[in-house]
Every structure is written in C-alpha cells, then in structure tokens.
C-alpha cells in the first residue's frame, strides 16, 4: 500500500484560526508545497500582525516582526576599487570627500583589484568615475593605435 508523503506545517497566529482560516492557509500550503499536509496551530500572543508557518527546519515568517528584519538599509551605494587596501587615511579623506560631493547618506564598499596597478574607480549608483591608472593606459594606447 502507497502511503503519500505527508508534510507537518505549524502555524503561529495571535489568536487562534477560525476553520475557514485554517482551511484556506491549508489550501495554499499545499498548493506551495505539492503534497499533503497535516497543520498544527500553535496561539502565541506575541505574534503580531501575521503569521509564522514553519515546515520541517524552513520558517517563513510574515508578521511585522519578521518583516521589519528584511529590510536593508537604503542607503546610496558607493564601491570605491583600488589596487591595494585603502589605509584610514585614505579611506577617511575618501569619506570626507564624497560626504562634500554627495546630498545623501551613503555606505561605503570597498573592492581590491590589482589590475587597476594604481588610483581608484568609484561607482555611485549606475555612475562610474575611473581615475585608474589601468584606464589611463588604455587611454594612451587607443590613442597611440589611432595615429
């Protein structure tokens, strides 16, 4: 005899689900997961605003909580790339300048690239700014290749 596989889902709510509720969150558990399931429900009171569901080791977690830990801050994204590892000189004179240059909050990455040989490339959003010594030469030599 074939037994179907079935998954075991808790669900963590404020207060308990009515049987439509239950029903419902049933039905789209199953759907998600393409086989059977067999739900638990457990009423915590310090859940708020949504629900927890849990699924073998996987928790998906939809209350507030859980929802105001994903977000990332919005900050402006500044990758500064240089041949070697900036020094705290370097990296605070860097910070002063852009803090001068830029209208908004930033947060401040920083790449190694020893192909760049010296200099920096600095990326603000979608804009590159290439002050690379590696892009200098480039420069020279499409140059000297046109004359």
Do not use: W
Request: charged letters at 20%; hydrophobic letters at 35%; glycine letters at 6%.
């Amino acid at each position: 005899m074939n037994k179907t596989p079935v998954a075991v889902v808790t669900v963590t709510t404020a207060q308990k689900l009515s049987s439509t509720q239950r029903a419902h969150v049933l039905k789209l558990v199953e759907s998600k997961l393409g086989q059977h399931c067999t739900l638990t429900e457990i009423v915590d009171p310090d859940v708020v605003g949504g629900v927890r569901i849990a699924v073998g080791e996987q928790l998906f977690d939809a209350t507030i909580a859980g929802k105001l830990e994903r977000p990332q801050p919005q900050l402006q994204a500044v990758t500064v790339t240089t041949a070697e590892p900036l020094t705290a000189k370097q990296r605070q004179t860097l910070t002063k300048g852009l803090e001068t240059k830029l209208s908004e909050p930033f947060e401040l990455k920083e790449v190694t690239d020893p192909q760049l040989i010296g200099g920096m490339r600095i990326a603000v959003g979608s804009q590159e700014y290439d002050g690379s010594i590696r892009k200098s030469l480039d420069a020279l030599r499409h140059s000297l290749i046109q004359h």
